[in-house]
């Protein structure tokens, strides 16, 4: 197993590095009642792309996931070349051999089991409708939110299901506090809104 403190298996295992550090992470905030990654789901927009990223089933299955996925085999098919290679050719193959072959290794196995987390998901049309439905509802801020800078929030959509927002100020307002209760004012698109402090404090919309 010395092959594994060589240079050339450097990516593999930054890559396991990586997948423990967003466990970490992700493990600490679920303590807080929060999604430390949620955000990534509220970048890709509010329909699934296509192409590439709709080929691996981005936006369809959580971003965290399918991450999660490619990391772990991605380092599992590097470490599985380097030591078939160390086994048969006495010797590791170059990162530039290495690193494409389990990149390649990785993606369709990703794609196969991010279609099968996909189908675990609520529908697309179902979410559709509960952020349209959500300007007027209010959220609880779990980061600093700035003018230009959203952060995460979540709220109900009346049904029992807890849903997380990107969420950023209006001008008028400059700023939103952690943990302060705002106002959902505007959606901008897909999982992003606009929001003022909640002028009613007793306001359970």
């Known amino acids: 197993m010395s092959f594994l403190l060589q240079p050339e298996s450097l990516p593999y295992i930054a890559a396991l590095g990586v997948l423990l550090f967003l466990g970490v992470v992700e493990g600490l905030s679920l303590l807080f009642g929060a999604s430390a990654w949620h955000w990534l789901d509220g970048m890709v927009g509010h329909e699934p792309p296509d192409g590439f990223l709709g ?52 993606l369709p196995v990703v794609r196969v089991l991010g279609a099968g987390i996909a189908r675990l998901m609520p529908r697309e049309e179902t979410y559709a409708v509960s952020f349209a439905s959500l300007v007027g509802r209010v959220a609880t801020m779990l980061g600093h939110a700035r003018v230009g800078y959203a952060a995460q929030a ?51 919309v």
């Open 55 to 106: 080929w691996l089933h981005v936006g369809r299955a959580p971003m965290l996931v399918l991450i999660a996925l490619f990391l772990t085999l991605f380092a599992i098919s590097g470490l599985v070349i380097n030591m078939l290679a160390m086994g048969v050719f006495h010797g590791l193959p170059p990162r530039w051999v290495s690193v494409p072959l389990a990149v390649l290794a990785s």
């Open 154 to 204: 979540k709220t109900s959509d009346g049904q029992g299901h807890t849903l997380y927002l990107m969420v950023e100020p209006d001008e008028a307002v400059g700023e939103l506090a952690t943990g302060s209760d705002v106002l959902l004012v505007r959606q901008i698109d897909g999982s992003r809104f606009v929001a003022i402090p909640n002028p009613r404090p007793d306001l359970l």
